[in-house]
């Protein structure tokens, strides 16, 4: 008989980084190996969780009116320098492209869409075409600083989704923000079971002339927050730099009014560290490529008979839309493959060896919860249906507030925050918002930041400089 090969352990979830690369790795989900810094491959596995949830997020999308478009990764260099104050600011993360023979033809590689499709925008409005109201899932790619994290910061931000709107009125434009931060709730909640944190961005860290934004973080389980994602009121400021305006009735010009929204693989940084575990991943049902493990666990001599039982109750879980495969590999053993489909993170897993055969039961294994259960074969159906649809949801989803409640804490001064930040937590306090408090709180130690107004509130004093306010802010590392 064959000695059970001992699993490869994971490092400790304690230690953040080494635990995330290790897991990526071990569940198949990237290659970190590629020589380009800041990129990495995505494996058949981890490319599947990630087009599931482009998937659910385009449905979303059209659903509201938003359609797809794809605008060239090649963006003229004229295009980019249009709002002379955003290039200034962002010059040297872009990366400039030109022809092995002409060096004086130069492009930039696409930093973000605003300077490819603006000015086709206003080609757009000129025929007529207004609102606007388009999408497109791309890489985006900058020049990070020296330490990248796959999936939490790289050079190349791969399956970056960016909605951009245009619209008549103010009015308009504020009802499409309004349903982006709609959008972007049921992608958090609905799909990847996470509560996230709201912060509204104070003026002066808002796009040069808009009118407001709201940024989504999560906390990872080493404390730093990490921003993941934000629905942008542009106002006017990028219509007067790209001439996005039209004319009405009375031959008068009116600039347009935007909307911006953006984020990507970066939500899955945020379900893979919050859900998952020192066993491996914790895939949310939605996006997960396969929802149901089924293994058989049987002798050469009964081979056959578990076999085809496992192809039964797999042929009845795809008949009722449950993602279900079997894992028929005769060189390795049944605890090897518990283990990897652990790792991997695999909602479910069904058990079928000659007991269950004979007498008309499943062992039925949740992964969230690491249960088993012993059920009737002709309540299999349902008993599956109802983990995937709304118990396993609603299991992760508590899960997340529990763990966003237990990573902050309250602080009422500089040294409690820094305890607190020390620990491995992030600190909630009053903050008055203004930029020197806010310039003061980065002072304070490199790599410490606020992240804008929470959206609750509480009567206190600023932080920093003692003022009465009833705003409040996180303070933490940041990644």
Known sequence: MKEEIKPEELPSKSDFIKWWNSVLSIAEIIDRRYPVKGTFVWLPYGLKIMKNLVKEWEKLFEENGIQEVYFPLFVPLEFAKKNEEWFEGFKEDLYLAHPYTNENEKYVIRPTGEPAMYPIFALWIKEGKLPIKIFQTV??????????????RDREITFWYEIHTAHRTKEEAEEEFNKHLKINDEIWEKILCIKPIKAEKPKYLVFPGAEGAIEYYTILPDGRLLENGSVNNLGQAYAKKFDLYWIDEKGEKHYCWQICTGNGARYLVAAFSIHSDERGLIIPPKIAPIQVIIIPIFKKENREKILNEAKKIKDVLINHQIKAEIDEREEITPGEKFFIWEIKGVPIRIEIGEEEVNKNFYTIFRRDKKERYKIEKEKVVGFVKNLLEIEIPKYLFENSIKFMQEKIQFANNIDETMEIIKNGKVAKVNWCGSKKCYEDI??????????????????GKCIICGSKTNRLTLIGRVY
Do not use: P
């Open 139 to 152: 890489s985006s790619f900058r020049h990070e600083g020296k330490t990248t994290h796959s999936m939490i």
């Open 442 to 459: 980065s002072l304070i130690e490199k790599g410490i930041e606020a992240i804008g107004f929470l959206l609750e509130q509480k009567e």
